[in-house]
């Protein structure tokens, strides 16, 4: 069996070198696989030679219509459900990780608004002297 990455595959689609395509499921993850007239091409990552997998088969679906391929077989005989979530890398930190880039995109949208109206030329500037503690 060949293996292909996705621009290899979409090469190959594009010039008409894929026979057929099949969504294969094995555990709890799906895989593409092709027939070409070289024989069959399964996907793989760009890095590394492992399968690209996908744990939900409309994301497989998805990708194949992407890459202009209208038909496809699905094979779910070997497709466990309940594997779906095993081996999958835990990221427990994610969650603090995304609401620090959200504070900070808070942050930079504040600053970029403070910095448009200092540069905006119609803004009316006050001196220290005169503004708000000025009579105190």
Do not use: C
Not at 73 to 85: L, S
Request: no cysteine; charged share 25%; proline share 3%.
């Amino acid at each position: 069996m060949h293996l292909y990455t996705l621009e290899q595959f979409r090469t190959t689609t594009e010039t008409g070198g894929m026979l057929s395509v099949s969504i294969i499921a094995q555990g709890g993850t799906f895989h593409i696989v092709g027939e070409t007239r070289r024989g069959n091409a399964s996907l793989i990552k760009t890095r590394g030679k492992a399968p690209r997998e996908f744990r939900d088969a409309t994301r497989a679906l998805a990708l194949l219509r992407e890459l202009g391929i209208r038909e496809a077989k699905v094979d779910t005989r070997n497709w466990r459900p309940e594997q779906a979530d095993l081996g999958r890398a835990t990221r427990p930190d994610r969650a603090a990780v995304l609401r620090e880039a959200l504070a900070a995109a808070e942050i930079q949208r504040s600053l970029d608004a403070a910095i448009k109206q200092a540069d905006d030329p119609n803004t009316v500037w006050v001196a220290h002297e005169h503004g708000l503690f000025g009579s105190i």
